[in-house]
């Protein structure tokens, strides 16, 4: 990685930018157990796949910000972001049904992809009157495109029916859009320090996507010429959103609070251009209200309490839009769905922050809500002869979540000991439908409870910090439709050791113990440990030169796990992703102050 940042000051302007790149180079073999949520039947899914990525990322951000007079601020923000990634993989795939073995895949592949974002944002704010009228007007532009040449070839076996079958591809996706975004505030004071706030946003989006799928031509012994039809699509997706707030909002010496109301219709027009004739275009509108709440209270001066609630609208990925039927992996397809509506997220947030600047205590604790209209989620339709997975996208209510944390850093009364404290919970409702052979499709729920803890103390000093931490992270689910409940816990005991050495030279070192029960599968990430070291010094007379080298994974044990639970399965993946390696850090800090 390489990353420089550069900040001028003149009198009027100010000026801050940053450039960085990300080269990666990683091998990755993972193991992944999926069990699907069906009434009767009992299906299970297998895998492994071994893979080489290289990957390089670029971004570019800046922000310019320059006073114009006393009463007016002009701002702009560009960001560019381009990245290419080159990925190689193998893979072998097998699916049961009530311990059955239906069927197997063996694949090989390769994907190159590159995509490229450019965002602008230009504001310009001025001050009507010292009482408090002012105006704003915020214009947002934003560019994006993305090209992927793949290849997939497959081999899967059908044991119920004794068959075979070859799939050899060949696949083009091209993404491409643009969108803009024009936002204007006005406010207007009122008696008593109140202020009447009206705010106006208009968002337009197109997004294009082109899919095109080869298959393996047998006698000229090539990919052929011609798109399958079946698979292929050229899609194109226009977003408009309109947003209107009214609102009132003061300003106290104690409390200070923003209530109002939001109006935001949506629209969605798809249309596809290889199979759809012009006028047959696909119109889906919503309109959306809520009101809208930004209270905080100041207790102390360094003691304050928010509550915020407001929702937002957001639009179907294009590629759940699109009506195509992807087979690239014979047993999970997935198939678009054009009949999409946008969806609209209501979320409510309660902050408390409080900090004691005589005992250096600091307390923070969250309270979160949310819950989504038409929340896209997934209906899964399961072949119980071949064990192949459909996918399609719909629309669905009732998915929501609440979450609440806290944490506490206080020292003791003696000084050198430190303790911190990170409690977290969240209770999650999710929704979707399963569907077993042709039967009408089944709704299925999963509530899912999930509990964090995690304690630090540390002992410092001038020559060093010791740290002991003890962490545990548990999770519960209940699946209605299987009636089934999972439980697991994952432990993890470590110290870290910070000495302060002579000649400014620093020496780190951690060391963490994970431990995973109640999986209930034969995985490799059940225990390890994870042992990092790092060596640093600064150089030069005010210390601007830092050269760091570090190593990470010592004891070549590093084995991540993920359980992902959804509504119609649980999906639970080990992988190492690059194993013992180390990196060598240079970091020069230059102050350069213009006039």
């Known amino acids: 990685s390489l990353g420089l940042n550069a900040t001028y000051d003149w009198k009027r302007v100010k000026l801050r930018s940053n450039v960085q790149y990300v080269g990666t180079d990683r091998l990755e073999d993972s193991r992944t157990t999926v069990d699907n949520f069906l009434r009767e039947d009992k299906s299970i899914n297998l895998g492994t796949s071994h893979s080489r990525q290289q990957n390089h ?78 105006v704003a007007l915020k214009v947002d532009y934003g560019t994006n495109a993305s090209a992927t040449d793949r290849t997939n070839l497959s081999t899967t076996r059908y044991f119920k029916n004794n068959t075979k079958k070859i799939q050899n591809q060949k696949i083009e996706d091209d993404v491409d859009g643009f969108n803009y975004r024009v936002q204007l505030v006005y406010v207007e ?35 052929a010429p011609y798109f399958d039809e079946e698979s292929s699509n050229r899609f194109e997706n226009q977003y408009t959103n ?26 969605s027009v798809s249309h596809s251009l290889l199979s759809d004739a012009p006028e047959n275009q696909l119109e889906r509108s919503v ?64 902050n408390f922050n409080s900090y004691n600047t005589k005992h250096q205590r600091n307390m923070v604790a969250t309270a979160l809500f949310e819950n989504t209209i038409n929340n896209v989620t997934n209906q899964v339709t399961y072949d119980s002869e071949t064990g192949v997975r459909t996918t399609s996208p719909v629309n669905m209510n009732g998915n929501w979540r609440a979450m609440g944390s806290f944490s506490l850093n206080t020292p003791f009364k003696n000084r050198n000991w430190i303790f911190r ?18 039967e009408e499709p089944v709704k299925t729920s999963v509530q899912h409870l999930t509990g964090r803890e995690r304690l630090r103390i540390t002992y410092r000093t001038r020559q060093m910090e010791l740290t ?20 697991t816990f994952d432990y993890q005991v470590g110290t870290e050791l910070q000495l302060y050495l002579p000649w400014g030279m620093e020496l780190y070192n951690d060391l963490t113990y994970f431990l995973r029960t109640g999986y209930g599968y034969e995985g490799y990430a059940k225990a390890n440990f994870m042992w990092n070291c790092q060596l640093s010094k600064a150089f030069l007379k005010r210390k601007q030169l830092l050269i760091r080298f ?12 993920i359980r992902t639970i959804t509504a119609t399965a649980i999906r639970d993946t080990d992988y190492n992703a690059l194993g013992s390696y180390f990196m060598v850090h240079a970091i020069l800090r230059l102050n350069m102050m213009g006039k």
């Open 421 to 438: 404290t990170y409690s977290y919970l969240q209770y999650r409702n999710q929704n979707g439908y399963t569907t077993l052979n042709k």
């Open 189 to 223: 004071p009122l008696p008593w320090r109140h202020f009447l706030q009206l705010r106006y946003s208009y968002q337009y989006r197109v997004n294009n996507s082109d899919r095109f799928v080869y298959d393996w031509d047998k006698e000229l012994e090539e990919f």
């Open 242 to 267: 309109h947003l209107v707030n009214l609102a009132i909002r003061t300003s106290q010496k104690k409390y200070n609070y923003n209530i109002g109301v939001d109006f935001e219709p949506q629209k």
């Open 287 to 350: 309109m959306n209200f809520s009101p809208t709440v930004n209270f905080r209270y100041k207790f102390s001066k360094r003691t304050r309490l928010q509550i915020v609630y407001r929702g937002k609208g957001k639009q179907p990925n294009i590629r759940d839009l699109q009506p195509v039927t992807d087979r690239t992996n014979p047993l999970n397809i997935r198939v678009g769905n054009p009949l999409l509506k946008p969806s609209y997220m209501n979320t409510f947030t309660l």
């Open 468 to 487: 002991g931490l003890v962490g545990l992270t548990y999770n519960n689910s209940y699946n209605d439709i299987r009636e089934k409940r999972t439980e």
């Open 550 to 561: 570090k190593i990470y994974d010592i004891l070549h044990q590093d084995i991540s796990m």
């Open 57 to 134: 990322e670029l971004v570019a951000n800046a922000s310019l910000e320059w006073k114009m007079d006393s009463v007016t601020t002009l701002i702009f923000r560009p960001q560019y972001r381009f990245a290419a990634n080159d990925r190689e993989n193998n893979g072998f795939q097998e699916g049961w049904g009530n311990d059955v073995l239906l069927n197997e895949r063996e694949s090989s592949g390769t994907n190159h992809n590159s995509r490229y974002n450019l965002a602008l944002m230009l504001q310009l704010s001025r001050k009507l009157s010292r009482l408090g009228r002012n």
